[in-house]
């Protein structure tokens, strides 16, 4: 068979070659892995998201009734809404978010785009991604073994604040989520430590580290943010372990501990994660915007640093998700202040990307469309996060749906969009053929009227005074959240078409070209095939 | 879906009616949520008043940003796609304009913090003069409170279920036995918890304060207005977080003192309740006559 022959001559194993991926240290199949799984998580993700909407359509109990007949013998009561909560946001971020922008096309693109043959520890990418399949079966598992008392699962919301982590849930299933979160950051870890490697030692000749595409820059600054920031969690996270099973007292005020304390640890690693997940997309937006507004991209050394700047600010304003726990006046003064010195670096990136565009001649293809949507409705989401900034005003905002408003438009719409302009953009590199773009954008379009019906009313319940992580509401609250309901039926459809894109393109199969999108496609991976050959830059590229 | 145009006219109903009012300015009861409400309660307390003001501010500013960078997505989308500028320009730099982004957007922060730090520390330091101090304290899933000054001793506040709501009642939101305290009176709350962490929140009054087990939190409000007040708990606590509401009565100086008393004699006294459901019954009928 031809392919046979094709195959020996770069010497790619076959598709069917189990051994291909168990055994893979080939940066491209293992990206390839981590998108199949972003995709799959996000599926279960997704699941749970719609069981909440489904749930606060109405006023009352619909589907956790907690009865023993209908809805509440499949789904439980009030304890497995906020387990499914706790899980959505859990799965999102670790299995979803993280796994497809800095496992999927980190791996992909930052050795091609640095002109490197592979990652540098190409068996150490192999053991990291398959760390995350066996802490998502942790995770999934949890849901399914006793929590609190005899109700199934962990109900405490992702930040996994004690006591009710402690001496709140006595069942296994917490104890399942603290180990799965530590084999996903040992993950996180690893993958943090070859992608610093790689960008630092293999960047092929001529490639200073001023003149690295702007994906690698935020590939980078985001695995400093994991390395630094992912030990405190397991610290975090051990501390857990010990007080509930080993009879410590660190977060137990009776054995002289304080709940505030894993507060601060837990957020010292938690702000910076939330800039871990929008960070790599900043990057992709900056390529999409470049590629079809066919300029480079306006104030590139302004746009890295103001990422280095993002990611250090990122490390001292993580308070600001506490302001109610009655910490001293000027601390909260000294966080009020920093954390709105982050709208700086954000407004240059904003303004840098409408630059870019401007003078420009802009071809509005679909990872075009996904990137202006992400611009716009970052904005959105950066501004409320001025207003949550200031403590005064969060003290009527904390714990309320606008909190639940504000970071959907920055992850919901914001990290998703950018995953959705990389997926785009790369998406005939990476699977070397052509996708529907009729499809595709109609996906856009689902997605972007959907999430803004679901997520703007949020906006309005907030201020209203509706609590987040509730499973019921005060009648008052019913319309804002039957509009929020049908948003995610709009988003629905949106997500039909993505698999619809997805198999339309698998049957169809039209020959992919290495550069899909002319003159503006300047970095390295354009230069290639697509798909790339299963090993590139034998030979390495000069770059001038 | 049963019923779509059933639905759809709902839809449009409170659409409508969420816009007259508001531009009518008439929104809202006090004290509680409204359906199709855009923003906040309405405020009774010093600081609430103060958190909307503030926040008004900070709306016109955001949704100025936001439609300027609109204004400027839309203007290079329709002035630079590719029919109307087939060649692109190759300018990618110009200092004096990154100045301006980044000068300009640190002034609309200073001026945003000039108003911000004296609201923060307005809410967190409690007069020197107070009337009293209340103590509340979380459980799963209740409320317990005392009154230390006036050697009330704690009571527990139930969520009334709803197979037992009486008229008047709102579901999820009243209690069986609610806090009281003089108009204009300023109150000192602290707030703690006896398992894991909840959080005592009252939209009108602009109190948020974590009930944390092994701290005593304080902050302070100051009602100015009489009425039924309306709060929920605001920190993930387990099976029954959306279950334990918060009531606060403000009452007339007289009808508190009358409470009190009978309240200090036995904290589930029945004649204390009676007091105030008199006075909730004389101030309605006043309130719909002047209707």
């Known amino acids: 068979m031809s392919a046979d022959a094709a195959t020996h001559d770069d010497h790619t194993p076959s598709l069917w070659d189990w051994r291909r991926w168990v055994l893979s240290t080939n940066h491209k199949d293992i990206g390839t892995m981590y998108l199949v799984f972003a995709i799959f998580a996000g599926i279960i993700g997704g699941g749970l998201s719609g069981l909440i909407r489904w749930e606060l359509m109405e006023p009352g109990l619909q589907v956790f009734t907690g009865e023993d007949t209908g809805w509440g013998a499949i789904f439980g009561n009030a304890h497995n809404y906020n387990v499914v909560t706790t899980m959505h946001a859990l799965i999102m971020i670790f299995f979803m978010v993280m796994p497809a922008m800095i496992g999927g096309f980190g791996n992909w693109f930052v050795p091609l785009m640095i002109g490197a043959p592979d990652m540098a520890f190409p068996r150490m990418n192999n053991i990291s991604f398959w760390l995350l399949p066996a802490s998502f079966a942790l995770a999934l598992m949890s849901m399914f073994v006793p929590g609190a008392g005899a109700d199934l699962g962990f109900g405490g919301g992702w930040v996994l604040y004690p006591p009710l982590s402690t001496s709140g849930h006595n069942g296994p299933a917490m104890d399942l989520l603290i180990l799965s979160l530590h084999i996903a950051g040992v993950s996180s870890i690893l993958g943090a430590i070859n992608f610093i490697t790689t960008i630092f030692n293999m960047r092929a000749p001529g490639m200073t580290i001023h003149k690295m595409p702007l994906f690698v820059w935020s590939v980078l600054v985001t695995v400093f943010l994991l390395l630094l920031s992912l030990p405190v969690l397991a610290g975090a996270l051990t501390m857990l372990l010990t007080d509930r099973n080993f009879g410590t007292a660190f977060f137990a005020p009776e054995g002289g501990g304080d709940p505030v304390m894993y507060q601060h640890l837990f957020w010292f690693f938690g702000h910076p994660e939330v800039y871990i997940l929008i960070l790599p997309g900043f990057g992709i937006v900056s390529h999409v915007v470049s590629t079809f507004s066919r300029k480079p991209i306006f104030g590139y050394l302004g746009m890295a640093y103001a990422m280095v700047a993002i990611g250090f600010i990122g490390f001292i304003v ?227 | 879906m049963t019923d779509l145009y059933g639905e759809a006219m709902r839809f449009l109903t409170a659409l409508a009616l969420t816009w007259t009012t508001f531009a009518a300015g008439a929104f809202a009861t006090p004290g509680q949520p409204t359906d199709g409400a855009l923003g906040f309660q309405p405020a009774v307390t010093p600081i609430m008043e103060e958190v909307t003001s503030f926040h008004n501010i900070l709306l016109v500013l955001i949704t100025i940003i936001t439609l300027f960078v609109m204004g400027l997505l839309i203007y290079v989308m329709i002035r630079y796609n590719r029919k109307a500028n087939p060649t692109p320009s190759k300018n990618s730099h110009n200092t004096l304009l990154e100045v301006v982004w980044t000068a300009v957007p640190v002034l609309i922060l200073i001026g945003i913090a000039i108003p911000s730090f004296p609201l923060l520390y307005l809410q967190d330091e409690i007069p020197p003069e107070i009337d009293f101090t209340l103590k509340a304290t979380g459980n799963q899933w209740n409320w317990s409170y005392e009154y230390p000054d006036h050697e009330v001793a704690e009571y527990f506040s139930n969520m009334i279920e709803e197979e037992d709501l009486q008229p008047g009642q709102l579901r999820n939101l009243s209690v069986d036995y609610p806090l009281v305290v003089p108009v204009n009176a300023t109150v000192r709350l602290q707030v703690t918890a006896s398992d894991v962490i909840h959080n005592w929140a009252m939209p009108s009054f602009g109190t948020k304060m974590d009930a944390i087990p092994g701290r005593i939190n304080e902050a302070w409000f100051q009602a100015t207005q009489e009425g039924v007040y309306y709060g929920q708990c605001s920190e993930l606590c387990g099976l029954r977080h959306a279950f334990m509401p918060i009531e606060v009565h403000v009452v007339p100086q007289d009808v508190f003192d009358a409470w009190i008393a009978a309240k200090a004699e036995d904290e589930y006294s029945e004649a204390a309740d009676t007091i105030i459901a008199e006075y909730t019954a004389a101030r309605e009928t006043r309130l719909a006559q002047l209707d």
């Open chain 1, 318 to 544: 993580w308070a600001h998700h506490m302001y109610t726990v009655g910490m001293p006046v000027d601390l909260k003064a000294y966080f009020v202040a920093a954390t709105m010195v982050i709208a700086v670096p954000t407004g240059i990136k904003i303004f840098s990307w409408i630059a870019t565009m401007w003078g420009g001649s802009i071809e509005f293809r679909t990872p075009m469309m996904w990137a202006i949507g992400f611009i716009f409705l970052f904005t959105v989401g950066g501004v409320t996060g001025v207003v949550l900034a200031n403590a005064g005003v969060d003290q009527s905002l904390h714990d309320t749906y606008y909190v639940v408003a504000h970071f959907h438009y920055v992850l919901s719409l914001g990290a998703v969009f950018a995953i959705f302009a990389g997926w785009y953009y790369w998406f005939e590199k990476i699977f070397g053929v052509k996708y529907n773009s009729f499809l595709a954008r109609a996906q856009f379009f689902f997605f972007f009227i959907g999430a803004n019906v679901i997520f703007f009313p949020q906006h309005f319940l907030g201020l209203n005074g509706m609590p987040r992580r509730y499973v019921d509401y005060p009648d008052a609250f019913e319309f804002w959240n039957a509009v929020s309901s049908w948003g995610y039926v709009i988003m629905l459809v949106g997500m039909v078409l993505f698999f619809a894109v997805l198999i339309d393109a698998m049957i169809r199969r039209r020959k992919a070209d290495a550069n899909p999108w002319g003159e503006g496609a300047t970095t390295l991976e354009w230069t290639l095939s697509s798909p790339p050959p299963f090993h590139q830059f034998s030979e390495l590229p000069k770059i001038k």
